[in-house]
Nanobody
Framework: QVQLVESGGGLVQPGGSLRLSCGGGGTIFSVYVMGWYRQAPGKQRELVAAIDTGGRTNYADSVKGRFTISRDNAKNTAYLQMNSLKPEDTAVYYC???????????WGQGTQVTVSS
């Protein structure tokens, strides 16, 4: 069982920055692919960024060049640095830990990010 807890959300003006953190406990964090997803009101949850066990990353086109995902396995923590935020980035952001071989997937409770002037 993996427990994921997100933090770092909040209200920020357009053009501002936030850093989300996702702390994981209860298992070997390093064997999971970590992902950040978001869900805006009335929309489906979408993948924002992911980082695999080797540190390879991929991003949604809408956030490329603005967001950076990283992980610190020693601290059992994944991060999402969000820069140049836009109103359309407003959503609840969720952390996910996924182990495809074992078919395991865990979610955090989500953290609200609101970009507004």
């Amino acid at each position: 069982q993996v427990q994921l807890v997100e933090s770092g959300g909040g209200l920020v003006q357009p053009g501002g920055s936030l850093r989300l953190s996702c702390g994981g406990g209860g298992t070997i964090f390093s064997v999971y692919v970590m992902g950040w997803y978001r869900q805006a009101p009335g929309k489906q949850r979408e993948l924002v960024a992911a980082i695999d066990t080797g540190g390879r990353t991929n991003y949604a086109d809408s956030v490329k060049g603005r967001f950076t995902i990283s992980r610190d396995n020693a601290k059992n923590t994944a991060y999402l640095q969000m820069n140049s935020l836009k109103p359309e980035d407003t959503a609840v952001y969720y952390c996910n830990a996924n182990h495809r071989l074992l078919q395991l997937s865990y979610w955090g409770q989500g953290t609200q990010v609101t970009v507004s002037s």
